[in-house]
């Protein structure tokens, strides 16, 4: 009987303690996920792989299919929402350039998402490079209309809510390439 208490009692302590340990872990994860880098970190990564980036954007103008292509994935390209293919190519520029995802829009833009987080049931906030050709196609949905800003920092961004207001920030690097920040506030 004894051994039974003792037990029960250890199992509870460890319930509790796992309830308490458990949210403090899921805040600091959080906090880690959604840190987004300076401005400044974003385009010295885009300097150093300049010639990567380049290089993928070619491919990706290239391939008509691809819309999608994910770190997770191992370079697997999203052909419809159901069916992907593996594409050795886009896997080593992905990783090269250390992309989480490329997104590749309607009318020609790209997105290199390089660092935060988002979820279907959070806000997302993401940083990364843009592309935006000279020759963009008109005429198609282009998603989120894009913000020209000075800066990316979120003190100096719109603000809605105590946070930085839903959006797509970007800031030049040199023609057709973007510093981007997209917020989007559940």
């Not at 003792?6 to 458990?22: I, M, P, R, S």
């Not at 300076?38 to 290089?55: G, I, M, P, W």
């Not at 997104?103 to 940083?127: P, Q």
Request: some cysteine; overall charge neutral; charged content about 25%.
């Amino acid at each position: 009987m004894k051994r039974l208490l003792k037990l029960l009692l250890y199992g509870c302590l460890f319930c509790v303690g796992f309830c308490l340990l458990a949210p403090i872990g899921f805040r600091l994860w959080l906090k880690y996920e959604y840190h987004l880098p300076s401005e400044q970190l974003v385009r010295k990564e885009f300097e150093n792989h300049r010639a990567d980036y380049t290089q993928f954007v070619t491919l990706l103008q290239r391939d008509q299919s691809s819309d999608f292509i994910v770190i997770d994935g191992g370079g697997r390209v999203d052909i419809d929402g159901v069916h992907s293919r593996l594409v050795p190519e886009y896997r080593h520029l992905i990783r090269k350039i250390g992309a989480k995802d490329v997104i590749v829009r309607e009318d020609g833009s790209i997105e290199f998402s390089l660092h935060g987080f988002g979820c279907a049931i959070c806000s997302d906030s993401y940083m990364g490079v843009r592309y935006v050709p000279k020759d963009r196609t008109t005429g198609t949905p282009a998603g989120w209309k894009q913000t020209v800003v000075t800066s990316l920092d979120g003190a100096k961004l719109p603000q809605e809510n105590g946070a930085v207001a839903t959006g797509l920030y970007v800031v030049p690097i040199e023609p057709e390439w973007f510093v981007y920040r997209f917020e989007y506030q559940e």
